[in-house]
């Protein structure tokens, strides 16, 4: 950084590598970064708030006694009973003042205690988050990979080779997952034993469910990064890099993948957060614990502190996901950095 | 690279280059049977318009035809080796080392993505021509090299970062990077302005000096002159005519080559047909002279044989069965009419009072695009305004056109207020009268009077609907019919005036040529009965002969029609041309204004002055562009300059008809 406070040092350290990627940005530039960051985060604050308010509001919608829904429809209590658990939980109070409760324990991380299981919900959360995650993390990178070699590889290359991988990236996305799921289960853990059938204690485990979820991803990611791709290569600075020496696939990779990557980058992030929310079907199949049965659960024995819970969980996850695709869309076309400077 | 290096060996021998593309089922020969060498520290140019295979023949030469492509020669070698046998790996250790590549627009011929200075850096890590220690050295020597101030900075930049001009340098720094013998520039200042491109080209000349061989590839004969030591015009995939540069552009030998030369706007061409007329030729068989159809000299002989070169002299050839010296029974340029003076100054049609318009930067700052601006347009006339990139026309043009408001100043159109800044004072008074007066004049208050201005635009392309066939375009804008069958008759009524066929109604801008579409935007401004065309560079993309058509068409629309034009573009020929008054924007200020023979004659702003020097000419010049062209604008204010083709002088008597004969001869060709 404070290289370039001395332009006319002529005896330096290499610029111009790709190792040296990081050292190459001025100042200037790693301010207008910060400075989007800042504003995305606010931006991102301001979402959760919102999804708070909702999430409070549609609480306070839902028809029916909060008291009954606590109790279940089995338990019979006395009044009294009933007015103490309404000042325990205050349910009494004006709706004002429990929002502003409400927005307290939220910034303390308190999410409140579920009805049904009566555990803190974080606590329910936790427990149950980190099998997704792990899930959803190694199906999306598994993904890119594939979708990145398959693309690479075959954009605008011969027309026989491009149909042979657009025909398996077809089958791909259009394989239901659960069948697919099914079908690997079948082969791999009852016929070969190879991987575990069920359960989320091993990387072993991981490794069928991953699989299920991440090839109809890589589907979609390699048709929309070889198109990318083709249209990278038809610009002229591809030519004035073919001019220079370089070979076809020093090009894709030094110049074309980079173009290419803004939009796959985009459709990653969206893919990611469907993948959250959608990755109860692949946990029920290879039964693995997960945020997708404990939402079901809550769902559908209106225990209403947990769902919301997983909303909030749901919007900061999404919230997070795209801020950090919009950062890696800026680290990696600088035209967009100036714009951004300017909002 | 073992191959015996004799001092007057060239450094690169074509023979008999053939190249074919399979596209579908048609395979399509777009050069054809093309021969020339380049000696070392030569620089040759191919001349020829867009399809012409110029761009093929080059990009041969670096083994970059694509996969559909067919190429063989009888010879194709570059310091002994023959490049038709190399193979992947062998035409990437020569790519960039020994021969180097310079395309157009920097912009997107730089990957956008990267610094300059990575992009410089490239060549040398491919070829490892300096230790890695050293590359951020070498990068920093090389851009110092082409001219580009301040390397350390510029080479953390990114190509969008800079200008036009230096953007064109770093891509030039990063052609050379690895020290190439050979480079081959293709329409390398294709995209700048003037001043810029003269500066481009003199970079050209100072690597040529050096010791490197060029070859140059344009559209642009008047590019190349200052700087070529031989040239080969290029036509449908042929050399049509290939000798020294002086010869070729003092004595043309080959029609087309004329045509090209007579197609350049210059002084002596005022008032007089840029573009050639052919009467209607029977098509040419399929062994013919591809030229046949547009020459002038075409007879049956043209037709059935493809002609042998014609040696002129001994490095002068030309393509030709009619290789005479001076078409002395046709000349190639008719006067229009003793430019007939306009009548009487008209009334003043739009009046522009002190208009500025500033806009904010992407970097947070105000960027003043027009700073106080005054002009006015009479009732048809034509007023030109020049000024390179970034001078504010275009700001000028659509705040003309009520498309933008001004922060400060009035324009009028016919006497009646049509675009004006918000007068802020006299609404902060509030009272009733000064409200009314200070109102922003709204666009539902205009659209009785919008068909009175049109527009047509560089890009037609883009002010079409895609989806639109040339009936549908021309037909939205004839809004005073509304019968279907007269409408039709209306549209290709229209079309007849800007020359083109009643065939083409059926047909979607894609499926246009360049020329076809500019006549489509041009009929489409006609339309309404404008009493104004505001013109903003429609010529800039076009080829030298395509744009001398669309000017020939647009002089005989204003002077037939009446109709006024306010004219914009950074070409100072294109604009003298067509204007009866000029207008030199700079930096959003107006810099000179005035009758267009005197502004040319004695350019009083020096920016004027710099603008008069740059303009690059068909003229054979081995001194820098810049004195050469001061000594042409000395030279020759209104008059042929002493190399230059003579000139047919204007017959005193030509009349109204034999104008009009001649103009419609011109546009159904």
Not at chain 2, 476 to 499: H, K, P, S, T
Not at chain 2, 640 to 669: C, E, K, Y
Request: net charge positive; hydrophobic share 45%; proline share 7%.
């Amino acid at each position: 950084m404070t290289l370039s406070r001395d332009p006319g040092n002529h005896l330096r350290p290499p610029l111009f590598g790709g190792r040296t990627l990081t050292r190459r940005r001025t100042p200037v530039r790693g301010r207008a970064l910060l400075r989007s960051a800042a504003k995305r985060f606010a931006a991102g604050a301001t979402v959760m708030l919102g999804s708070a308010t909702l999430a409070f509001t549609a609480l306070q919608l839902v028809p029916g006694d909060p008291v009954a829904v606590l109790l279940g429809p089995t338990t019979s209590a006395s009044p009294q009973v009933r007015a103490q658990i309404r000042t325990e939980y205050g349910f009494d109070r004006p709706v004002p003042v429990r929002f502003a409760h409400y927005l307290g324990d939220l910034v303390r991380g308190d999410l409140g205690t579920s009805y049904q299981l009566q555990q803190p919900v974080t606590k329910l959360i936790n427990d149950q988050l980190w099998p997704t995650v792990q899930l959803v993390a190694a199906a999306v990178a598994l993904a890119v990979v594939i979708a990145v070699v398959s693309a690479m590889t075959t954009a605008g290359r011969r027309p026989s080779l491009r149909a042979a991988a657009t025909v398996w990236e077809l089958v791909a996305l259009s394989t239901p997952p659960f069948w697919l799921g099914i079908m690997l289960l079948t082969v791999f853990s009852f016929r070969l034993r190879i991987f575990p059938v069920a359960g989320a204690q091993s990387v072993s485990s991981l490794v069928l469910p991953a699989v299920t979820l991440a090839l109809s991803v890589a589907g979609v990611l390699a048709q929309v990064l070889r198109e990318g791709l083709e249209a990278a290569l038809a610009q002229p600075f591809v030519v004035t890099a073919r001019a220079r020496g370089l070979s076809r696939t020093a090009v894709r990779v030094r110049h074309a993948f980079r173009h290419a990557a803004a939009p796959v980058l985009t459709l990653t992030g969206w893919l990611t957060g469907t993948l959250l929310g959608g990755a109860v079907l692949i946990e029920t199949v290879f039964a693995r614990p997960g945020i997708g049965s404990l939402t079901l659960q809550a769902v559908t024995s209106r225990d209403l502190p947990v769902v919301m819970g997983v909303v909030l969980l749901s919007a900061f996850a999404v919230v997070l996901i795209f801020t950090v695709v919009d950062l890696l869309h800026l680290a990696i076309d600088p035209r967009l950095r100036t714009a951004a400077a300017a909002i | 690279m073992s191959a015996p290096d004799a001092p007057d060996t060239p450094m690169l021998v074509v023979d008999g280059l053939d190249v074919t593309f399979q596209v579908g089922s048609e395979r399509i020969r777009a050069v054809r049977g093309v021969s020339f060498t380049l000696a070392r520290g030569e620089c040759l140019a191919i001349v020829g318009e867009s399809g012409s295979g110029k761009s093929v023949t080059a990009r041969t030469l670096i083994g970059l035809t694509g996969g559909r492509s067919t190429v063989s020669a009888r010879q194709l070698s570059f310091d002994g080796e023959d490049l038709t046998a190399l193979t992947g790996p062998q035409w990437q250790a020569i790519r960039g080392r020994r021969i180097g590549l310079v395309l157009q627009d920097a912009l997107v011929s730089l990957d956008p993505l990267r610094t300059v200075g990575a992009e410089v850096a490239e060549p040398l890590r491919i070829h490892r021509i300096v230790n890695r220690a050293e590359v951020g050295e070498r990068v920093m020597s090389k851009l110092a090299d082409v001219g580009v101030p301040d390397p350390q900075w510029r080479a953390r930049q990114y190509p969008h970062q800079l200008s036009g001009g230096l953007r064109q340098r770093a891509l030039i720094a990063s052609a050379i990077a690895a020290g190439p013998e050979l480079l081959l520039a293709d329409e390398p200042t294709t995209a700048l302005d003037v001043t810029v491109a003269a500066q481009v080209l003199n970079l050209l000349r100072q690597l040529k000096h050096g010791g490197m061989s060029l070859l140059l590839i344009s559209h642009d004969l008047a590019v190349m002159a200052g700087l070529a030591d031989r040239i080969a015009v290029m036509y449908s995939g042929l050399i049509v005519e290939q000798g020294p540069a002086e010869r070729v552009l003092g004595n043309p030998r080959h029609p087309y080559t004329r045509a090209l030369l007579a197609a350049v706007p210059a002084m002596h061409a005022k008032g007089t047909w840029l573009s050639v007329s052919v009467p209607d030729q029977p098509p040419a068989g399929p062994g013919g002279c591809p030229y046949a159809a547009r020459c002038r000299l075409a007879d049956q002989r043209c037709r059935d044989e493809l002609p042998t070169p014609a040696k002129i002299e001994a490095t002068h050839d030309a393509l030709c069965w009619h290789p005479v010296a001076e078409p002395a029974e046709t000349p190639e340029r008719l006067s229009i009419a003793q430019a007939p003076e306009p009548a009487a100054p008209g009334d003043i049609l739009i009046e522009v009072e002190g208009v500025s318009k500033r806009f904010r930067s992407p970097d947070g700052t105000w960027h003043e695009a027009v700073r106080d601006v005054s002009f006015q347009l009479r009732v048809g006339e034509a007023l030109g305004v020049v000024g390179e990139s970034g001078s504010g026309k275009t700001t000028v043009a659509r705040i003309v056109l009520g498309l933008l408001e001004p922060d400060e100043g009035t324009v009028r159109f016919a006497g009646q207020p049509w675009n004006a800044a918000k007068d802020r004072k006299a609404m902060a008074d509030g009272t009733r009268a000064a409200n009314r007066s200070g109102r922003r004049i709204r666009e539902r208050d205009r659209r009785r009077h919008r068909r009175r201005i049109q527009a047509i635009y560089q890009d037609p392309l883009g002010s079409f609907d895609p989806r639109y066939t040339v009936e549908r375009i021309v037909g939205e804008a004839v809004i005073d019919i509304r019968r279907g069958r007269d409408r039709r008759a209306r549209v290709v009524e229209l079309l007849d005036q800007v020359g083109l066929p009643a065939n083409l109604l059926r047909r979607r801008p894609l499926e246009l040529s360049g020329g076809q579409r500019q006549r489509v935007a041009i009929a489409r401004a006609l339309a309404p009965s404008p009493d104004v065309i505001v013109c903003d560079e429609p010529v800039s993309a076009l080829d030298v002969s395509i744009q001398a058509q669309i000017l020939d068409l647009l002089t005989v629309l204003q002077r037939d029609l009446g109709v006024a034009l306010l004219f914009i573009s950074h070409d100072l020929g294109v604009i003298h041309h067509v204007s009866d008054r000029l207008l030199v924007m700079k930096d959003g200020r107006v810099v000179e204004t005035g009758d267009l023979s005197q502004v040319f004659s004695q350019p009083v702003h020096a920016y004027t002055q710099k603008l008069l020097a740059a303009i690059p000419r068909p003229d054979k010049t081995d001194e820098p562009v810049h004195r050469a062209s001061v000594r042409w604008e000395r030279a020759g204010n209104l008059c042929a300059t002493p190399s230059g083709p003579q000139v047919p002088t204007s017959p005193p008597g030509s009349d109204i008809g034999n104008l009009i004969t001649r103009s419609s001869n011109v546009m159904r060709n």
